[in-house]
């Protein structure tokens, strides 16, 4: 079917014209209404001028001049303001991407990251232009939203990648926070274009028991949520605890029956963790005492200030030790790791209180076996 093509004469009944991916469309420069392509006839404008503008049919052809200018002037001020709304929308999104990133309240953008923009534009630029952050929407409940639509959108991404992918394996571990709140959390590795992807799948709470039936039963759930098939499952990561890994119904057990292909590997930091408790007698001993004078600094509050006013005297990188737990045996790395940047602060400061443990410093040999200790926890995580 040809289209049909504006003619300037048109005007003088009151048509303009739009232009889209269908051709010339007749728009009324009077109520500006578009009408479809084969209304582009001289008969049919008369006729839509004289039905619902009968006022206006006998208006000289100037009159629909200046009616179309501000036709124009009217789009192209809505088209700026759109344009400065989706810039305006494009910053709160923006700004919520790095509050989230930092872990910091969403207040933060309202009180604080608002303000000190307009002051920094202000005082570059000009007042006109600090102006233009108030249209930012940075309230707490927009930012909760922005975050809650961004983390929606990575979940969407990632469930789509996953279901693209022919085949998957899952990380996960359960374990319990300072509140004693239950939690289970799962990494996924998949294959997109043409390489392995790993990422964060999901936190998961577990409001009763922790059981091996209610770890499965809320992994299931969730995956059936997304629409993955255990079919595709290929790999299973989990700890050494007795719920991952019962022989007759722990969750692998429960798993490797929904996923044939799948096969289960025993986390090597854990295995490490567990190679650790069992360590040489005297690297075991150096460990010992390395938490015992962490201890030992940290068994007050009045200790701890003055270990750290040391450390600030003598220009030292850490103000503090880290404590070491047990329950949380990922931190041993990082205690040694501290401890032993921190060696010569803390024999200053155990030496200025007396303390028995001052004596640790001055065997060599023990040094030497707290480094070794350390050196052994990097080269793991290299490796």
Known sequence: MVKRKYDPNYLKNGFSY???????K?????????????????????RHLETKHPASKDKPVEFFQRRLQELRASQKCLTAS????????????????????AK???????????????????????????DKLITIPLSNDTIARRIEDMSGNIKQQTTARIQASPYYA????????IANHAILLVYVRHVWDG??????????????????????????????SLGLSWEYCVGITTDGAASMTGKHSGVVKRILERAPNATWNHCFLHREALAAKNMVPLLDEALTNVIKVVNHIKRSAKSSRCFSHLCKDLGSEH?????????????????????YELKTEIATFLSETNSPYAELFDNEMWLV???????????????
């Open 26 to 46: 007749p728009q009324c420069v009077l109520c500006s209404e578009v009408l479809a392509n084969e209304s582009m006839k001289p008969s049919k404008l008369k």
């Open 170 to 177: 899952l990380q996960m571990d359960e374990s319990t926070d």
């Open 195 to 224: 390489d392995l992807q790993e990422q964060f799948l999901c936190s998961r709470d577990l409001p009763t028991t922790t059981k091996a039936e209610d770890i499965f039963n809320t992994l299931d759930l969730y995956l059936s």
């Open 18 to 24: 739009i232009e889209d991916k269908n051709g010339q």
């Open 104 to 130: 910091k309240p969403h207040t933060v953008a309202e009180e604080l990251i608002l303000p000190a923009a307009m002051d920094m534009v202000r005082e570059v630029l000009d007042q006109s232009a600090a």
């Open 319 to 339: 103000m503090q030790v880290l404590y070491h737990s047990e329950v949380h045996w990922l931190s041993r790395g990082k205690v040694l790791s501290c401890f």
């Open 369 to 383: 076996r707290v480094a070794k200790l350390l050196c052994s926890r990097k080269r793991s995580h290299c490796g």
């Open 82 to 101: 759109c344009s400065k709304q989706e810039q305006a929308l494009r910053a709160s999104y923006l700004v919520a991407h790095r509050i989230a990133k």
